[in-house]
């Protein structure tokens, strides 16, 4: 088992004219055996920094680590990893069994142990029954499992995975996510985890990493990133729905935005005064758009009250009251919190 | 939404394919069926009797030497052509996959030698290998070696072989290139993260994922190395030196057209009809199934 360490990692496509810098120095610390998540908008280079880590995109610039060798030069096979593709990448010509031996079979393992390997990888995952069958004749879910399978038998000192929940469906998804979680507890063993998914970022994270546009935004468990979240882009990508982001509340000081969520705001009988524009209820919930009074342009305030709280009219005044104790500060120009 | 296209009135599609239809039926099941015909009559020389004999030219034809001979030169040939013919365009095809810069031009140059006409493609490498002033043949003897495919026989099959599977790559080519296309990168990354070394990951999974383009290719190359190269052999080796490059074709052509033998001409012809049926067959059969995975 092993740390990763990224130190002012670079990553740029091309050269001369279509260079395009697509990660802009990402430095990170992954302790030994922790689940780290990656999770960012599609494009914003979640992929790319996985790869870097796995050796299959070379690096720009910096230093990534995995324990305490620089593997900026070495093979993927040299870095002592293992990756689960979000297409999964099964041998399509092999059966099970040997999808999940085909690496030990080139570590020159012998027969007896890579059987005994695979078979208790099996077990965990409950692929036993299907092992003679090529991966077509599987299931998603199935494929899914083989693949995380593979990547286990191999005994890696840090797991890779590239969204590999993404061609689940939702129930699948929800049971698989546990099940990883599982996984974890049991193997130990360093893990890295992309997803776009804030939900999978959220359940699964120790700590995440919340990318934006080839930029680490920030760095840490999901309470901290939940609670305090680093800037405005953090706090509008993580939470559904997202964060109020207001520049024209009572409060409100010039040069800074003020971020409120959804559920830090009541309806009281003082407070800010908005008109009701919108309504939505979601079966436990409902959530309330409110324009400001004052006359302050189309800014919208979400609300979320529970399905129990008495029904606004709409184009009635409510009057809304947000948690002293929950309210962000961000610059208006960097959208750093303040 | 409805692809096809519906037409009101019956006659208009046999209209429409009405010209293609008159072309397959005179060139092709025209003369098949007079070889048909042929090859269960005798014929004097003047064409001006004919008489049914019913498989009487077969049992001459498989009791010729010179045909079983020829067999044999023509399945050594068809393997000869095929082997080199899959190898060369395969390695080609490998590395026009892995350039970045130029791929265009890599790939126009390969697939031009596709659109030289047979006859052209064996003039082309006579040329070349003419001695005493071809190119080749130059080099060769500067090696060392006397090249004279006039009398060596090794050499006239040589020298066929070279044009055949010359002017075959670009067709190979093409197959090959568009199905390592098709195999997902992610797989080859897999295995290489599962420690497979270039050459490992080629023979364990590239290869293997090949292997439906492989064998339609094998038959299409057999196919072309039993039929369509007549212009090559006519051009370069006529058969010689002796009989030593008279593949069937050729031999059809000969022993008709030279030998005056229209009898035993028409059922080589329809042995050969034979051939390209059964490896017709097996091409859909096989195509149909897939080839394993
Ligand atoms: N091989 C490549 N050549 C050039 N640009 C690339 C290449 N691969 C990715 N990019 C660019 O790098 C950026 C980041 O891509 P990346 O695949 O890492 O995104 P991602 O965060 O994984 O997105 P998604 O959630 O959609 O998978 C994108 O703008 C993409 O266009
Ligand atoms: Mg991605």
């Not at chain 1, 999940?100 to 036993?128: F, H, Q, T």
Request: charged letters at 20%; hydrophobic letters at 50%.
């Amino acid at each position: 088992m092993a740390s990763i360490t990224l130190n002012k990692v670079f990553k740029r496509y091309g050269s001369g004219k279509t260079a395009n810098l697509v990660i802009h120095g990402v430095s990170a610390q992954i302790a030994d055996g922790e689940f780290v998540v990656v999770v960012g908008p599609s494009g914003c280079g979640k992929s790319t920094l996985l790869r870097m880590v796995a050796g299959l995109e070379e690096i720009t610039g910096g230093e990534i680590s995995i324990g305490n060798r620089v593997v900026n030069d070495l093979e993927p096979s040299e870095r002592d990893i293992a990756m689960v593709f979000q297409n999964y990448a099964l041998y399509p010509h092999m059966n099970v069994f040997d999808n999940m031996a085909y690496g030990l079979k080139i570590a020159k393992v012998p027969m007896d142990e890579i059987k005994a390997r695979v078979d208790k990888a099996a077990k965990i995952l409950e692929i036993g029954a299907f092992m003679q069958r090529k991966p077509r004749e599987l299931s998603g879910g199935q494929r899914q499992r083989v693949a995380m399978g593979r990547a286990i038998v191999r005994q890696p000192q840090v797991f890779l995975f590239d969204e590999p929940l993404s061609n689940l469906d939702a129930k699948l998804r929800a049971h698989t996510r546990l099940e990883i979680q599982k996984l974890h507890r049991e193997l130990g063993i360093t893990s890295l985890f992309v997803t776009h998914d804030q939900v999978e970022a959220m359940t699964l994270a120790q700590r995440m990493i919340v990318m934006n546009a080839g930029v680490m935004e920030q760095f840490g468990t999901p309470e901290e990133v939940y609670n305090r979240p680093a800037s405005t882009f953090v706090a509008t990508f993580i939470g559904s729905p997202p964060m109020n982001l207001l520049k024209n509340a009572p409060e409100a000081r010039p040069g800074t935005i003020l971020g409120v969520r959804p559920e830090h705001l009541a309806i009281t009988s003082e407070g800010w005064a908005l008109c009701v524009d919108a309504l939505e209820t979601l079966g436990a919930e409902r959530l309330v758009y409110g324009r400001w009074l004052h006359g302050a342009g189309d800014e919208l305030v979400i609300i979320r009250t529970d399905e129990g709280q008495p029904v606004p009219e709409l184009g009635s005044t409510i009057h809304v009251t947000p948690r002293a104790d929950r309210l962000h500060w961000f610059d208006a120009t960097t959208g750093k919190r303040q | 939404m409805e692809k096809r296209v519906r037409f009101k009135s019956s006659w208009l599609p046999w209209l429409l394919i009405a010209p293609q239809m008159a072309i397959v039926l005179v060139f092709f099941f025209w003369p098949a069926a007079q070889a048909l015909r042929q090859s269960v009559m005798s014929q004097d020389p003047f064409g001006n009797n004919s008489e049914f004999v019913g498989l009487e030219n077969f049992e001459r034809l498989f009791a010729d030497a010179s045909y079983l001979e020829s067999f044999k030169t023509t399945a050594f040939f068809s393997v000869l052509v095929a082997v080199c013919g899959l190898s060369i365009a395969l390695l080609l095809a490998v590395m026009a996959n892995r350039v970045l810069r130029g791929a265009g031009v890599y790939k126009t140059l390969l697939i031009w030698p596709y659109a030289v006409a047979p006859v052209v493609a064996g003039v082309l490498w006579l040329f070349m290998f003419a001695s005493p002033m071809g190119v080749i043949a130059y080099w060769l003897r500067m090696l060392g070696l006397d090249w004279n495919h006039l009398l060596n026989s090794r050499h006239a099959m040589a020298l066929i072989v070279v044009a055949a599977v010359w002017k075959q790559i670009s067709y190979n080519f093409l197959f090959f290139l568009a199905g390592l296309q098709s195999i997902p990168k992610s797989l080859i990354e897999a295995a290489a993260i599962d420690g497979a070394s270039p050459w490992r990951r080629f023979w364990t999974i590239v290869f293997p994922l090949l292997s439906p383009t492989t064998f339609f290719l094998l038959v299409i190359n057999v196919v072309y190395s039993f039929f369509d190269t007549f212009g090559i052999v006519d051009a370069t080796t006529k058969g010689g030196p002796g009989k030593e490059t008279s593949i069937l074709v050729y031999k059809v052509y000969y022993d008709g057209f030279k030998a005056m033998d229209m009898a035993g001409s028409a059922a080589q012809s329809v042995v050969l009809m034979c051939i390209v049926i059964a490896l017709t067959v097996i091409q859909f059969r096989f195509v149909e199934k897939k080839v394993q995975y």
